[in-house]
């Protein structure tokens, strides 16, 4: 792995978006506000009305549930949606075919657009953990393991994103195919509610799924809690597994019947 | 280059292609009903035919055929963009995918981002090959191309030509051993397709380029292959000197 075609990658992408500033902003700040406010009204009307607390979730610390929970959709959002619509974008320009043929691995081209895509969402990353310093006094310690933690969160929605990407390339059927599996995966991912709050028999689903131990382990640690070193586990192994797939996927998918529809 | 003909076909061979075939499974043409959408049916396109040939080091090959004789789809495998039904396609003995900073593509003026500048797409594609010394090949490049007035604006401002001359000085940025051109100078004006010859003659690469441009095979290449159906209809050693019959590639098109 080159860390400098990993960067040619990104900086190639950050020149592009720079000439877009709007949609920075959109899709920065407005976008995961969109996603939170919301949620903001419902947990604030609730605490109001005397709720004492939802599983973790109370009257002092809602607020900064709720910005990780942006900062989740904000991941899973750029993972799912954006990565795979540079592509089709670039499939459509025709220049995707140049990274395609060009020595860069497939992990390389996974971080490289990682990278890239996660600009938009550092205002809210800011945004969140100032919240949680300023909120829940979290030592630096904690900060430096929430932003690993959001790292590895990343990485494996980007496995998974980089999945449903590589089939795009080659049919764009695959976009609407696999929307349904962000959608249940979405909701079983509990970003801006507890597990409490589901009914029991989802529980199980929600267990299983990786994406849901990560937002766990970083709102334990954001909120002041305890650590969860199982769900911390469980991400680290998806997330190996996952981004290896997916950027395996994403560079062999396409060659069988090769990029079609333009 | 003046060889006996025959001389590059006994060479060992830089690009090696055996027996190779690629069928695409195509929607049948509706009838616009509902019935053709919600069930379509598909049959199977061979694109490529059992097609076999080999590109010697330091020779210009040239691909001869009409729209739709297999052209782009033997370059899209060898470029390692396609895999092959059966046969294999091999740069220097090895699958293009372990090749790949030893080939040089030009597939028309794609891959050229026209969003950012000229000296940005040959500085990314640099960095993506690892090439050395990037601003003076850059540099390099961009003067024997004609473009070094030009590298600083975007490409959405080139013309045609421009945009032509950067994706051949993209391919090059790595200095590769094999150049794969799909159709290089379709499309522009005499003079800009005359620079893109010369500095195609000139690059002392081996080369795989395809044309449907008679006049342009036989101004390249050494040798030329004539693809139909895509299939091999004809080998022509000699091609300056050949005549090659009237009509031949456009009697499908």
Aim: one cysteine or more.
């Amino acid at each position: 792995m080159k860390t400098r075609r990993i960067l040619a990658i990104a900086k190639r992408g950050l020149l592009i978006k720079l000439r877009y500033k709007w949609d920075f902003v959109v899709k920065g700040v407005l976008n995961p506000v969109k996603n939170g406010i919301g949620f903001f009204v419902v947990y604030s009307g609730f605490f109001g009305a005397g709720a004492v607390h939802i599983g973790p979730v109370d009257r002092s610390n809602y607020l900064v549930y709720l910005m990780f929970g942006m900062i989740f959709h904000s991941f899973f959002n750029k993972a799912f949606v954006d990565c795979s619509e540079v592509f089709l974008r670039e499939k459509f320009w025709q220049t995707i075919q140049g990274l395609l043929v060009s020595p860069a691995k497939g992990y390389e081209i996974l971080l490289g657009y990682g990278l890239v895509e996660v600009i938009d969402s550092v205002p809210i990353i800011v945004a969140a953990l100032a919240i949680s310093v300023v909120v829940v006094q979290l030592s630096i310690v904690k900060l430096l393991a929430v932003v690993a933690l959001l790292g590895l969160l990343y990485l494996l929605l980007l496995g998974i994103g980089f999945i449903r990407a590589g089939f795009i390339l080659s049919d764009e059927n695959a976009a609407s195919f696999f929307m349904p599996f962000s959608w249940v995966l979405f909701f079983l991912s509990c970003f801006y509610y507890p597990i409490q709050s589901i009914p029991t028999f989802f529980h199980p689903l929600i267990l299983a799924n990786p994406v849901y131990h990560a937002g766990l382990a970083i709102t334990s640690v954001a909120l002041g809690g305890d650590v969860q070193w199982t769900s911390i586990g469980y991400l680290a192994v998806c997330c190996v597994v996952f981004s290896t797939v997916g950027a395996l996927t994403c560079a062999k998918v396409w060659k069988r019947e090769g990029i079609q529809g333009y | 280059m003046n060889v006996s003909p025959g001389f590059w076909a006994r060479l060992t061979p830089m690009i090696q292609v055996t027996n190779l075939k690629k069928a695409f499974r195509t929607k049948l043409s509706g009838q616009g009903t509902i019935q053709s959408v919600l069930f379509p049916k598909y049959q199977s396109f061979q694109a490529v035919d059992d097609v076999s040939f080999g590109v010697a080091q330091g020779e210009i090959l040239g691909l001869l055929g009409p729209n739709g004789a297999g052209k782009t789809t033997i370059i899209k495998i060898l470029a390692g963009l396609l895999q092959p039904t059966s046969g294999s396609a091999l740069i220097d003995g090895m699958p293009a995918e372990r090749q790949r900073a030893r080939i040089g593509l030009v597939l028309g003026s794609t891959m050229i981002y026209n969003r950012i500048t000229g000296y940005e797409n040959l500085e990314y594609y640099a960095d993506l090959y690892g090439v050395d010394r990037v601003k003076e090949r850059i540099g390099s490049l961009a003067e024997s191309l004609g473009l070094t007035f030009r590298m600083g604006e975007y490409v959405e401002h080139y013309s045609t030509g421009m945009k032509a001359k950067l994706a051949y000085a993209r391919a090059l940025i790595a200095d590769p051993d094999v150049l794969i051109l799909d159709e290089p100078t379709l499309g522009l004006d005499i003079k800009v397709a005359r620079d893109i010859r010369k500095a195609i003659l000139n690059s002392g690469k081996t080369v795989l380029i395809t044309t449907h441009c008679t006049e342009e095979a036989q101004e390249l290449s050494d040798r030329v292959i004539i693809l139909k159906n895509g299939r091999i209809s004809k080998t022509m050693c000699d091609p300056q000197t050949a005549e090659i019959e009237s009509g031949i590639i456009n009697e499908d098109a």
